[in-house]
């Protein structure tokens, strides 16, 4: 038997690739990829961007908007 995602031949594998994408996307789910993609972050909820950060050691969500307040700064 063949591990599971690998495939026998080509033909079976362009079939399982085509099955990826033979549902459309939840409404606004392609304006979210975007925003990940373009903002560098990982896509899905607060706790699975917080390990994302663990992991890799640096920010996988959105920040804040702006400049820090000076309070913030000092």
């Not at 994408?21 to 304006?31: C, I, N, Q, Y």
């Not at 990982?42 to 950060?53: H, K, M, R, S, V």
């Amino acid at each position: 038997a063949t591990p599971q995602g690998f495939h026998v031949d080509e033909a079976q594998g362009h079939a399982a690739y085509r099955e990826l994408f033979r549902h459309a996307l939840e409404l606004g789910m392609v304006d979210d990829i975007r925003r990940a993609v373009h903002g560098n972050d990982a896509l899905g909820n607060d706790l699975f961007a917080e390990q994302i950060e663990a992991a890799l050691g640096q920010r996988a969500k959105p920040g804040k908007a702006g400049r820090p307040r000076k309070a913030d700064r000092e």
